[in-house]
């Protein structure tokens, strides 16, 4: 394993520890239809093959790239919602490039299951902060076979960012508010 590839693993699992130890143990009891029996917040992308890898619509479109992408953000589904969710906060980021930010979503409502595919990721719940290339933005996948991480946080209260809102913003917005956490990792052609 490369000292790059062992140094984003580190940084990444610092940076789950952090946000971890900042929240809230998950509920283990529902109190209505939208909290799953098991209180085991489960991210998915249904749209991916058997292989794990995203249809080619969503690779990213920077020119220099990646440019043959649509840039069509994926259908993101999720269960088993912890007790007491105000919002939650989605995540795109590469642990190859941890550097590169590639989505930040604030704001999508208590009650949402899931996330359409939308072009540009410009997704109706939820305001799109900034990425590595902008504010407002979104960057699909762009390195073929290497992984991308979609994570999606259950808060205890409404977080709600803008379209200046960073990574290291949203993270600041979640402290002391992350009930739950999961991930799915995605692979591009």
């Known amino acids: ?3 790059h590839r062992r140094m984003s693993i580190a940084v990444a699992t610092l940076a789950v520890a952090l946000l971890s130890a900042c929240g ?5 009891t529902p109190t209505d239809a939208h909290t799953d029996d098991t209180s085991t917040l489960v991210l998915a992308a ?5 292989d794990g890898y995203l249809p080619d619509s969503a690779r990213g479109n920077v020119e220099q790239y990646c440019g043959d992408g ?23 980021t590469d642990p190859n490039y941890p550097s590169y930010i590639h989505w930040v979503v604030t704001g999508i409502p208590a009650g949402a299951t899931a996330l359409p595919a939308a072009a540009d990721g410009m997704v109706e719940l ?9 504010a407002g933005n979104y960057v699909g996948p762009c390195v073929a076979d290497n992984g991308y991480l ?17 990574l290291i913003g949203a993270t600041g917005l979640m402290e002391g508010h992350v009930l739950a956490e999961a991930s799915v990792e995605v692979m591009r052609r």
């Open 1 to 3: 394993m490369s000292v």
């Open 24 to 28: 809230t143990p998950a509920a283990t």
């Open 46 to 50: 249904p749209e991916l093959d058997a």
């Open 70 to 92: 649509e840039n069509v953000s994926p259908l993101l589904e999720w269960t088993g919602v912890p007790q007491g969710t105000e919002s939650f906060v989605l995540l795109m």
């Open 126 to 134: 939820g305001v799109v902060g900034t990425n590595s290339r902008g």
């Open 150 to 166: 979609y994570t999606l946080y259950a808060l205890d209260a409404e977080i709600v960012g803008d379209e200046a809102t960073t």
